[in-house]
């Protein structure tokens, strides 16, 4: 099943050709951000077909990148979705300043400096806090397990106390994710409160899409968890195995 990310991308792209043609081919320049604010006679001093143009293809270039960050999501190709978002921060910036052309004044008056300025600040901005989520979310979760805690650590990092364990077992696959409550859902990387088919509300600690997981089931609910390494979730199932036969 497509991760929330996939879909994601996917409705940013089909919202974005929806403006690109309604910009193009239907004159709908209301759309533009800045025109559509002007007054009447400020808008008389725009150069409003070409700027409609310029910004429909920023639109369909943007879709395509949106397009291909949803392939790369889909594919769990993680490494690719990155600097395919981070694109954007390219595209809209030389868009933006290409804009400011075919506005009053140009690109040399004060307005469109400080717009030109303003873009930049926030998409360098964004731009960081995307890579931040990103690189987050991403990381390896560190489980460390002692006689009587199991102390997870990384994202949506928690404590579970080795007594009450009802059930720990090794399988080779995960059921089908249903939805996200809250959390981090990227490519092979599921961290947090999902919704899975068959057991219902579940916390993933999910870092590799191949098996084997660990299910651990504790006051009616289950913890999934695998590592990177296929031989480390195995050494870290018989630790928390070890640790959970000590205390019965």
Known sequence: MPSTITYMFIVFAIVLVAFGVLIKHYKCYWLISGYNLASKEEKAKYDIVPLGNLMA???????AVFGVAAALAYFKVNAGILPAVLSVFIIVPYFVIKAQSYSPGGTSSTQSKIAIGLVIGVLIVSGILVGTLFTHGNKETQ?????????IKGPYSSKYSIKGIENIELKDTIPEILSKSIGYDMGSSQKGDFNLKGIGGARLYVN??????????????????????ENKTRELYDSIKAASDKVK
């Open 57 to 63: 293809k920023l639109c369909f270039a943007m879709a």
């Open 143 to 151: 489980v460390i397990v002692s006689d009587n805690l199991i102390d």
């Open 208 to 229: 590799n899409e191949k098996g084997p997981y660990i299910y651990i089931k504790k006051e009616g609910k289950y913890i999934i968890i695998n590592l990177k390494d």
